[in-house]
């Protein structure tokens, strides 16, 4: 007999699709677009292709580009290696607009993923600026962490390992037609804004959109279990207060199989802090095998004399 390994997933979105049908009528619902469902399938089929892999030896058994690669990622942001130059500030545009509610929280198994929609208006939030090769269109956020005892960011910033890294996928508008997966088999295809997280003892400001979805951490400790995350939550909310001025950026990869070499990064400097209390959710995932999700980061690259450029704040 054959079952999908989409089969979870798969039924999860038919039950959510006829839920939105039948309450349509009821007022104050909020619809989940096909649009919606149609770029979650998307993105579970992408993450489904590239097989099974696991974190057991950070990345160093995984095939293909991952092997082979020459422009690979996470790598080591170093300032006095850096090129300091000129460069524009990323600019953001619609980052201050609610995105159509309620958001699909994932465990696909390797993180927690979460596609995001376009706002509210109908639009997406999208980036450019910095030196991005176009604009780009905000796709997903997902999340790279450790354990108890050590620290789970996949770049370092100037030797230093971070608790956790938040990644937020984007897609070049040129290739607007086209999947994540798709713009993934070119070089200009996508974009990825790294943000650090520190873990604090308490909460020095709130970041209640983070908090949002981290609070609905524990009903996706199974493998491609999901979850609704509601309320009103922009893009902006995920880079909590962050100055975005000063970053690192590079050409590299996707941190994950199968390593396309087509990502822009852009890795802010400034830190985003969490209370370790909502860090410690992420430790509590679980993968296919029903170990725990712990370590999810791949081991730094060569950068085989790539530049790396640094914005200071002008
Ligand atoms: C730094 O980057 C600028 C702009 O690309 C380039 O003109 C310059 O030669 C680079 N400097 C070094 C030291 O690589
Ligand atoms: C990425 O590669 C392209 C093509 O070689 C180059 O024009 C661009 O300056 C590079 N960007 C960065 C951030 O290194
Ligand atoms: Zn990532």
Request: aromatic content about 12%.
């Amino acid at each position: 007999m054959f079952i999908s390994r989409n089969w979870g997933l798969e039924l999860w979105l038919q039950f959510l699709l006829l839920a939105v049908l039948n309450f349509t009528c009821s007022p104050g619902f909020v619809q989940l677009s096909n649009e919606y469902i149609n770029d979650i399938k998307a993105d579970e089929a992408a993450e489904q292709a590239n097989g099974e892999y696991n974190y057991d030896q950070q990345g160093n058994d995984w095939q293909g580009t991952c092997q082979d690669g020459l422009q690979q990622s996470p790598i080591e942001l170093i300032y006095s290696k850096a090129n300091v130059t000129s460069i524009s500030r990323i600019r953001f545009y619609n980052y201050d607009q609610p995105l159509q509610s309620p958001l699909v929280l994932t465990n696909n198994g390797h993180t927690a993923n979460m596609v995001l929609p376009p706002t509210r208006n109908g639009q997406r939030a999208y980036i450019n600026g910095g030196l991005l090769p176009g604009s780009f269109e905000a796709q997903s956020v997902h999340f790279h962490w450790g354990s108890p005892n050590s620290k789970g960011s996949e770049h370092t910033i100037n030797y230093e390992r971070y608790d956790v890294e938040m990644h937020i996928v984007h897609k070049n508008t040129r290739y607007a037609d086209k999947t994540v997966g798709e713009a993934s088999m070119f070089a200009d295809g996508l974009a990825v804004l790294g943000v650090m997280f520190k873990a604090v003892p308490r909460l020095s400001s709130q970041h209640t959109g983070l908090v949002r979805i981290f609070n609905q951490l524990p009903l996706i400790t199974e493998y491609q279990s999901s979850t609704m995350v509601n309320g009103r939550l922009t893009a902006g909310q995920l880079l909590g207060n962050i100055i975005t001025g000063r970053f690192y950026s590079y050409n590299g990869s996707l941190t994950t199989p199968d390593c396309a070499e087509s990502v822009t990064w852009t890795v802010f400097q400034d830190v985003v802090e969490l209370p370790r209390r909502q860090i410690m959710k992420l430790w509590n995932l679980q993968d296919s095998r029903r170990y725990p999700l712990i370590n999810t980061y791949r081991d730094i690259q060569d950068t085989n004399g790539r530049p790396v450029y640094y914005r200071n704040l002008q």
